[in-house]
């Protein structure tokens, strides 16, 4: 890993051992893009990449050369409206009105390391050595803005984090009106782009279309990340698979308004950026103040999609992640949601508490409907105070009940939401997101707390600190169930009303740090009416969240397929929930529930009371199991080896990093008949292993299972016999492999 400057071609090579990223300055004194992708040798010189010719039509920098453009060269931070018509990193609008700028190069440094972002999550190093970072400073000399532009490259794998940052060094205010984390420009549009985007209860489905001239983009305006459009896109060249070809990875590690983007004009080239959605974003840069853009980070693989993946999963597990719960395997746990709803009463929780220990849970999490008067969607978010009707001894008193069982206990939040039933309104009714004289809408039958000012915020930690800190508290499960409208401050004054989307996510990233400072072996868990708010900036404080509010087998099969493209599996809360499926009505089997709930954090969402014993007996089975194999499961490598976008079945797998085990997982949507032999080439084995398969008894060494395949042909190849085991809709298998 290093990075090298050039001083006579005013040269910069970021490389490691797998990537090469490559940029310069430009005669005019803008930054220019050289070089991304495989690593390649150093060279004093890289100049003969920047290529210009005469166009007609274009605008020029230089009076009498009608060859230097900007349109037509690839830039790194490309300005608005200085010859270059795409779509800029930056706008500023200024006193004059004026939207001009032009950031010229003024000096750079170069550090072992890599900064921590003021305010933000990002990625971290816990050893200098881990990264390099290169700053650039460049300057409007009309403005006085100076903006620093932030490279890390890290060892080892292809990952270079961006950002940057606005300093106000002149004598007049101006306004940030976009301010992109990453703009990149490459030479071609060969590529297939991905996106992950879906809606309430069917998250990050992998939607695919070729890059074509014009504007293609994703992104959210509500406030979060979103259910529609994770922060997350995928470039991969149209002969790409999931074990070779070329890929670049795109994530933004920000939980507010956002935007991906790729842009491909018409000579083909492409740029790519990510940032805060500049729709609704004004951002008041006053004389002395900074300006700091989150952080985005981008991954380039030669090893296809799962080599991409896999780099975003060690990267976000170990140098995201943060604190005591980053190398732990998660606690088993059970919620009592879909159990109970809003109708319980203490003894009835910890009746389902007790037949939960008895199957071997670890935690059980008290969800929604258990403080102020809340008995439904109506009243008391808002008034963190438990309900002495339901629970006649506090949180304290049930927490305790469930210690004494020798389980852990975790609780429901829901702090940047209040209802207008509720102590809380009452008392600060200006304290929610509104406009004056105009209506607000609700969500949930619930309100949007102001989270931009501090004296919001200061309140609900007060309220969430006495109830931890008086209680026996291990898991915390952070909801969120609508998203912003009516996005106006009235702390906050006219000129200033475009920061309140960002200052809002910054209230509660304030929170959240508060929060796992004074309590760090909480295990935090991000929610937002599933998976509306799931992306890496939550992941820096919570290192896991709920993916979706589908619990339903089927359906979360291609969730977490999707999911697992970028995020970790230690980061999918996933459980096994009652049939019919409270979303779907669907029916799916107890083992077929467990198989796809193995895939992330497990846990159940039911009262095990109303199991049979038959049941009951596979429940425990089912737990033993996952003690057993968590660790692999959460962090061993993953490979997706079927997708379910593609056909009927589905085949995932997870190996140890000595690769003496490994767990495939296979599941059929519906039934066949008569169908042919199947089988499936695994991933990441030795080839000079003998793996033993516990599920049917064979021995075959990792060279056979990985270039002939696993055999996965059941009863539905051929006509079925009396003896033969049932085969239904919905069904799944695990195969356990072990090196002898």
Not at 176 to 197: C, E, I, K, T
Not at 445 to 459: A, G, H, I, T, W
Not at 568 to 589: A, D, E, F, K, Y
Not at 637 to 656: A, C, H, I, Q
Request: net charge negative; glycine share 8%.
């Amino acid at each position: 890993m290093s990075i090298i400057f050039h001083e006579g071609s005013k040269t910069f090579h970021l490389f490691n051992e797998e990537i090469s990223y490559i940029i310069c300055v430009l005669s005019n004194g803008h930054i220019g893009n050289l070089y991304f992708g495989k690593k390649i040798h150093d060279r004093e010189d890289f100049s003969y990449l920047i290529e210009s010719k005469q166009r007609p039509m274009t605008a020029c920098v230089y009076e009498g050369n009608r060859k230097y453009s900007l349109e037509h060269l690839k830039l790194e931070y490309p300005v608005y409206g200085t010859s270059d018509y795409r779509n800029p990193a930056v706008e500023i609008l200024q006193e004059n009105g004026s939207r001009i700028s032009e950031f010229k190069y003024i000096s750079h440094e170069i550090t072992d390391g890599k900064p921590e972002l003021a305010g933000l999550p990002a990625t971290y190093v816990e050893e200098p050595e881990e990264a390099q970072t290169l700053c650039l400073r460049l300057k409007d000399e009309v403005t006085g803005i100076v903006l620093e532009l932030l490279y890390s490259i890290f060892s080892g794998k292809g990952i270079l984090a961006r950002s940057a940052r606005f300093i106000n060094e002149g004598i007049a205010p101006v306004h940030l009106l976009n301010a992109m984390s990453l703009s990149l420009d490459l030479p071609d549009s060969d590529y297939v782009w991905m996106q992950f985007s879906g809606v309430w209860a069917r998250e990050r489905h992998i939607i695919e279309r070729k890059l074509e001239q014009g504007i293609q983009a994703v992104g959210s305006i509500r406030g979060n990340s979103s259910h529609e459009h994770n922060p997350f896109i995928v470039l991969r060249r149209p002969s790409t698979t999931e074990t070779s070809g070329e890929v670049m990875g795109f994530s933004l590690i920000y939980s507010g308004n956002h935007r991906m983007q790729a842009e491909v004009d018409t000579h083909n080239t492409t740029r790519v950026t990510t940032g805060i959605n500049p729709q609704n974003f004004d951002w008041k840069l006053d004389c002395g103040e900074s300006f700091q853009t989150p952080e985005a980070v981008v991954v380039f693989s030669n090893q296809g999609l799962n080599g991409m993946s896999q780099t975003f999963h060690k990267l976000y597990q170990k140098r995201l992640v943060r604190g005591y719960w980053r190398d732990r395997p998660r606690p088993v746990l059970n919620n009592n949601w879909e159990a109970t709803y809003f109708d319980f009463t203490e003894d009835r929780l910890v009746e389902i508490a007790a037949k939960a220990k008895e199957c071997g849970v670890e935690l059980f999490v008290l969800d929604d409907g258990w403080f102020g008067k809340r008995s439904n969607d109506y009243t008391g978010l808002g008034d963190w105070v438990a309900n002495k009707e339901r629970l006649p001894f506090g949180i304290k008193g049930l927490a305790d009940r469930i210690e004494e069982m020798g389980m852990k206990f975790g609780l429901w939040f829901e702090p940047e939401m209040v209802n207008k039933d509720s102590d809380l309104y009452r008392a600060h009714p200006d304290w929610i997101l509104h406009a004056p004289q105009r209506a607000s809408c609700h969500g949930r039958n619930q309100y949007v707390l102001d989270f931009s000012r501090k004296e919001v915020v200061d309140c609900i930690y007060d309220m969430m600190y006495k109830i931890l800190s008086e209680s026996k508290i291990s898991y915390i499960k952070w909801d969120m169930n609508r998203s912003i409208t009516e996005c106006y401050s009235v702390a906050l004054p006219a000129d200033r009303q475009g920061e309140v989307f960002h200052r809002y996510i910054l209230g509660v990233y304030n929170l959240y740090d508060r929060l796992t400072t004074a309590f760090p072996q909480i295990l935090f868990e991000s929610c937002a009416s599933g998976g509306g708010r799931f992306d890496p900036g939550m992941l820096y404080y919570a290192p896991q969240g709920w993916i979706s509010d589908d619990t339903d087998a089927a359906e979360r099969v291609r969730i977490q397929y999707g999911t697992s493209m970028c995020y970790p599996i230690s980061s999918m809360g996933s459980h096994v929930s009652v049939v019919p499926n409270h979303q779907l009505n669907r029916i799916t089997s107890l083992h077929t529930r467990a198989n796809v709930a193995y895939f992330g954090t497990f846990g159940y969402e039911l009262d095990l009371n109303k199991l049979t014993d038959e049941e009951i007996a596979e429940v425990k089975a089912q737990i033993v199991f996952m003690k057993e194999y968590r660790e692999l499961i959460q962090f061993g490598n993953f490979y997706r080896l079927k997708s379910p976008f593609d056909g009927n079945e589905t085949v995932w797998m997870t190996v140890s990093e000595d690769k003496r085990k490994a767990l495939v997982f296979w599941y059929r949507e519906r039934n066949v008949v008569n169908a042919e032999f199947t089988r499936v080439r695994l991933q990441g084995l030795d080839p000079d292993l003998i793996y033993k398969n516990e599920y049917n008894g064979t021995e075959n060494y990792g060279d056979e299972l990985m270039n002939l395949g696993l055999l996965t042909t059941d009863v539905t190849a051929g006509e079925p016999t009396n003896e033969d085991l049932p085969c239904t809709d919905y069904e799944s298998r695990i195969y356990v492999l072990t090196a002898e």
